[in-house]
Nanobody, 122 residues
Framework: QMQLVESGGGTVQAGGSLRLSCASS????????MGWFRQAPGKEREFVAA???????VYADSVKGRFTISRDNFKNTVSLQMNSLKPEDTADYYC????????????????WGQGTQVTVSS
């Protein structure tokens, strides 16, 4: 059983930056695909970014060029650097993990953190 704990959320003005981190309890962290998802009030949870076991990355079109996902297999962490933030990025952000193939659908991820709130003011 893997536990994931997110940190780094907060309130920032439009155009600003935040860095989210997710710490994993897994001793075999390197074998997991890691993803970031977000859910805004009244909306479904949506894919933001994912990183494979060998650090291939994929991004939602809405964040491409502004967000960067990275992982540290020695520290068992995954991070999401968010730049040029927009009010529409406001949401609860979740870290998630799965074994196996590299996918973006949230339904395919097995382990989830509790989420961290990001608010971008205009």
């Amino acid at each position: 059983q893997m536990q994931l704990v997110e940190s780094g959320g907060g309130t920032v003005q439009a155009g600003g930056s935040l860095r989210l981190s997710c710490a994993s309890s897994a001793t075999t962290f390197s074998k997991y695909v890691m993803g970031w998802f977000r859910q805004a009030p009244g909306k479904e949870r949506e894919f933001v970014a994912a990183i494979s076991q060998i650090s291939n990355t994929v991004y939602a079109d809405s964040v491409k060029g502004r967000f960067t996902i990275s992982r540290d297999n020695f520290k068992n962490t995954v991070s999401l650097q968010m730049n040029s933030l927009k009010p529409e990025d406001t949401a609860d952000y979740y870290c998630a993990a799965k074994e196996g193939i590299f996918v973006t659908s949230p339904s395919r991820y097995v382990y989830w953190g509790q989420g961290t709130q990001v608010t971008v003011s205009s």
